[in-house]
Nanobody, 120 residues
């Protein structure tokens, strides 16, 4: 069992940076991890993912070059550094433990989300 808690969301202006954290209880190091987001009225989408040992990452095209995913297994924490934020990045951001690094299908564990609002 893994419990995930996101933090670091807030209200920022376009062009600002924000760093999200996802802290886990349980054996987070056993799983690839991902960040997802859901904007109001839209479906949840994958933002980024990272393997259990950080040797591979992947990103949605919309955030490539602006967002960086990382993890620290010793601290049971994953991060999402978000730079050059845009109003369209406004969403609730969720972290999840993935079944497979290459698939976002039905992650077994989810956090409850943290809201990021980017004003123009």
């Amino acid at each position: 069992q893994v419990q995930l808690v996101e933090s670091g969301g807030g209200l920022v202006q376009a062009g600002d940076s924000l760093r999200l954290s996802c802290t886990a209880s349980g054996r987070m190091s056993a799983y690839p991890l991902g960040w997802f987001r859901q904007a109001s009225g839209k479906e949840r989408e994958s933002v980024a993912a990272i393997t259990w040992n950080s040797d591979n990452t992947r990103y949605a095209d919309s955030v490539k070059g602006r967002f960086t995913i990382s993890r620290d297994n010793a601290k049971n924490t994953m991060f999402l550094q978000m730079n050059s934020l845009k109003p369209e990045d406004t969403a609730v951001y969720y972290c999840a433990a993935l079944r497979n690094f290459y698939s976002d299908y039905e992650p077994p564990y989810w956090g409850k989300g943290t809201l990021v609002t980017v004003s123009s």
